[in-house]
């Protein structure tokens, strides 16, 4: 950055792209003059409706694009339906398995989840030709939209094949991949990052519309991954890589974390002195040193540099112990790093099968069904390592295209290894499965099935490998204190304590359970959105705003959404003046849909202080009853706001 002061006024013009290019970076393109704005690129943004434009600008176009852009942007009326008994621990889990398209499932997380995911992993459809991708049309009404055979499942979804002969091959891709980008970036924290697994197929599109929708400034690096530990020695050259792309929200805020040094990285540590062993770390370098100062080796030859650290911390170390001094050969000092209190190593661009494996992620998986029941799982090992660079121990994960919830298995697995408290989110359509595959025989009817069950087992397997371990360790500690010589094994017993406790506290603590939630039409009956399309004769049909088959559980978690709050939050049952009350995370939310709403059970409700109440319309007496309660909390309980459905 230049030290000389501009002396002209504000560039408002530069500072109001800046602005726009928070919001929307693919409004920005380039132009002779440098960044410019897109105007119908943000008209469209600005517009339920197609709006065309002809302008040449430097950006990936396809046919669909602009209805892409009109799907991310249109509202949708449906909810997440909680259902209790396919969770694990409901109560008091923060791990959400949602069943539903995903592109309305990120519809309704932009509330609740707006800025806060600090990662994304996703693991798209690759688009080999033979993948199902989906046709997101918002614009038909419901009689067109069944008379396009073959478009809809019995589960409702818009999953169609996507054959590379079509000539809308890279588009319908695109048009499906670009909406749900746009949704998943409002998500990102500020210094959030995405991981998107891809092969040869599509990673050249991918970029451009990642370009666009996160800004090409915002591009972290693209990973080659060695997915197999073998090949097939057919056709001209074998392919045995995939991509795996990270764009973050901002990158003047990215701070990616170290993996863990690998085996071979350990063996460079060879040296050992009474702190332990190290490495050495080069301070004389002929390029990249920058200090010069005279510096006498142990034989008495003089050195002047260029030295890579300055003479005073030069000194320092020397006086310390940390310079290791070589008398043969080109005889100077080198610095030591040493192995204890190494932090990891930060990751590269390219990562072999010691990071995982295709084979290994199958071989896993199936230990765990005793069946192989899902073709080309991601490998735990793997996520695990995208998990620890792209997130910290209290961060939500949200995977939007979870198939057979690998990444759950990795949060569930890394929080178990380093006493973290991450959180996941998994997304999936209810996509059947195949009715001569393994799966479906083992009575699995649908990939959601699979990755529910997976995420109980894995839960399961890893306490139990926990148990095991402090059997493990509780057994090498009985060997020594059954010895006389305890001052000697002090040490150990210390240590092997402190890991039987980090164990115990793990299995105590470990969240290993989630919420299912399944998409679903409003728990509101039309009229509550469009009274307008009815007579007054058909009111009366109507005097119930709330479908016949929903519950109590529905209606809170539609109300969690439409106020902006994580299902994840903690929900109670309680009695107060003999009605039932849902209570949100303490004082958070109160949600009451008995009847008989009246001034002495408004009194009750006051005393908690909630920060919002909901009421079902129904449950007053009248419009008098309903102010008087109304008027009531106003005064008694200010800073709560009452709401109605």
């Avoid at 996509?431 to 109980?456: L, N, V, W």
Wanted: proline residues 3%; glycine residues 4%.
């Amino acid at each position: 950055m230049s030290d000389k002061l501009d002396m002209t006024s504000p560039d408002l013009v530069s500072q109001n792209i800046e602005k726009i290019a928070q919001l929307f970076p693919n409004c920005v393109t380039e132009s002779a003059n440098g960044l410019a704005i897109d105007f119908d690129q943000l008209k469209q943004e600005l517009s339920k409706d197609i709006v065309e434009g002809n302008k040449e600008r430097y950006r990936l176009e396809w046919p669909g694009k602009r209805e892409a852009i009109v799907t991310a942007n249109l509202p949708i009326n449906k909810t997440l339906r909680p259902a209790r008994e396919e969770s694990v621990d409901f109560d008091n889990t923060e791990n959400l398995y949602i069943e539903g398209d995903n592109l309305e499932v990120l519809k309704l997380l932009q509330e609740s989840y707006l800025g806060k995911i600090k990662m994304i992993y996703i693991d798209p459809p690759y688009n080999t030709g033979k993948d199902f991708v989906y046709k997101d049309n918002f614009t038909q009404d419901t009689d067109e939209y069944q008379e396009e055979a073959g478009l809809k499942d019995e589960y409702n979804n818009r999953l169609v094949a996507n054959p590379d002969t079509s000539g809308r091959y890279h588009s319908d891709w695109l048009t499906m991949m670009y909406p749900r980008l746009k949704l998943a970036r409002n998500l990102l924290t500020d210094d959030g990052v995405i991981f998107i697994s891809i092969d040869d197929n599509e990673v050249h599109n991918l970029r451009k519309i990642s370009d666009e929708v996160f800004g090409d400034d915002n591009f972290v690096i693209e990973i080659a991954w060695r997915k197999s530990d073998n090949q097939a020695n057919i056709g001209n050259i074998a392919r045995v890589k995939e991509y795996i792309l990270c764009y973050t929200k901002r990158k003047d805020l990215l701070n990616l974390n170290k993996i863990p040094l690998t085996d071979k990285a350990k063996k460079e540590y060879s040296y050992k002195d009474s702190e332990g062993f190290f490495r050495r770390a080069i301070l004389l370098h002929k390029t990249r040193g920058r200090h010069y100062y005279d510096v006498t080796t142990k034989n008495g030859n003089t050195l002047n540099g260029p030295w890579m650290i300055k003479e005073d911390e030069f000194l320092e170390k020397d006086r310390n112990n940390e310079i290791l001094w070589t008398n043969s050969g080109d005889e100077q000092p080198y610095g030591k790093i040493y192995l204890h209190k190494s932090t990891g190593q930060i990751a590269n661009d390219f990562w072999d099968t010691t990071f995982g494996s295709n084979q290994e992620a199958s071989i896993n998986l199936e230990k765990i069904f005793e069946n192989r029941i899902f073709d080309f799982p991601k490998s735990t090992k793997l996520l695990k390592n995208i998990v620890t660079i792209g997130s910290d121990k209290k961060a939500i994960i949200l995977d939007f295209f979870s198939g057979s919830a690998s990444t759950a298995h990795s949060v569930i697995q890394l929080n178990a290894e380093d006493g973290g408290n991450r959180k996941f989110i998994m997304v999936q359509v209810p996509e059947r499965t195949d009715e001569k595959s393994e799966a479906f025989k083992a009575g699995y009817d649908t990939i959601c099935e699979i990755g529910k069950e997976r995420i109980r087992r894995a839960g399961n397997a890893i306490i139990d490998n926990q148990k095991a371990l402090i059997k493990q360790k509780g057994e090498e500690l009985e060997k020594i204190e059954e010895k006389n010589d305890l001052i000697k094994d002090e040490e150990k017993i210390e240590l092997l304590q402190s890991e039987i406790n980090a164990l115990q506290f793990s299995i105590d603590n470990l969240d290993k359970g989630f919420r299912v939630y399944k998409l679903d039409s409003s728990n509101m009956q039309d009229v509550y959105y469009t009274p307008n399309q009815y007579e007054q004769g058909q009111l009366d049909l109507l005097e119930d705003n709330i479908k016949p088959d929903r519950n109590s559980d529905d209606l809170v978690a539609q109300i969690m959404l439409d106020w902006g709050l994580p299902l994840s939050l903690k929900i109670e049952q309680t009695k107060i003046a003999n009605k039932e009350v849902f209570k949100v995370a303490d004082d958070a939310l109160l949600c009451c849909f008995d009847e008989g709403i009246d001034e002495a059970f408004a009194k009750e409700i006051a005393k908690l202080k909630p920060l919002r109440i909901v009421f079902r319309d129904k449950s007053f007496k009248d419009d008098t009853a309903k102010e008087n309660v109304k008027q009531l909390l106003k005064q008694l309980s200010p800073d709560s706001e009452m709401k109605v459905i």
